[in-house]
């Protein structure tokens, strides 16, 4: 008899990825979770929703290659698993069991309740501001939750990089109406 480890199990091992693939996702991968992790909150809610993201990246990498702006299509794909997250999240809420029904839990402290405390009110803005002006939205995440300057934020949108300021400073604006905060006298000469 074989030692178990040494069985061969019929397992099919996994294709290579291709390396342009491997290159890509490598290069941008900080961003995207930067992105996900923006919009989530959670790290590893923003790791699951960026791994459905890299598994349609990689079924539809022939089409992303062929696209005009690759990395704006691949942005769209991870909003799209984003998107998906959430729903597949309000689908199994129903279904889900308490911290204090598990044997084990990593239950969050009052201290990480109290940190997020103090997100709710920029994503409740955040959240209006993309339906009222979802390219403004979008690039005021792109500029501040994923740290990219103005011409990498206009590649991944398909944009100027003049426009892509231009959407910044007037979602700033926005959110800064929406929140209601006190003008602060900027510009005003």
Same mark, same amino acid.
């Given at each position: 008899m074989t030692n178990p480890d040494e069985q061969d199990y019929g397992l099919i091992e996994p294709a290579p990825l291709p390396t342009d693939f491997?290159?890509?996702f490598a290069r941008h991968k900080s961003e995207f979770l930067r992105i =996900?992790?923006?919009?989530?909150?959670?790290?590893?809610? =923003? %790791?699951?929703a960026l791994m459905d993201a890299a598994m349609t990246m990689y079924r539809k990498?022939?089409?992303?290659?062929?696209?005009?702006?690759?990395i704006a299509l691949a942005h769209r794909i991870l909003d799209a698993a984003i998107i998906d997250? @959430? #729903? #597949?999240?309000?689908?199994t809420t129903d279904r889900e069991i308490?911290?204090? $029904?598990? =044997? @084990?839990? %990593?239950?969050p402290t009052a201290d990480d309740l109290l940190h997020l405390r103090?997100? %709710?009110r920029l994503d409740r803005v955040l959240a209006d501001l993309e339906q009222r002006a979802p390219l403004q939205a979008n690039c005021v995440r792109l500029r501040y939750l994923a740290e990219l %300057?103005?011409? $990498?934020? =206009?590649t991944r949108l398909g944009i100027t990089p003049g426009a892509a300021r231009t959407n910044v400073h007037l979602g700033l604006k926005k959110l800064h109406d929406l929140m209601g905060l006190p003008d602060t006298g900027e510009g005003d000469t």
């Open positions: 491997e290159v890509f =996900a992790g923006a919009r989530l909150r959670d790290p590893h809610d =923003a %790791d699951e990498w022939p089409r992303i290659l062929a696209h005009a702006n690759p997250f @959430y #729903r #597949r999240r309000a689908r308490t911290c204090g $029904q598990l =044997a @084990y839990a %990593d239950v103090g997100h %709710d %300057d103005f011409g $990498q934020i =206009a």
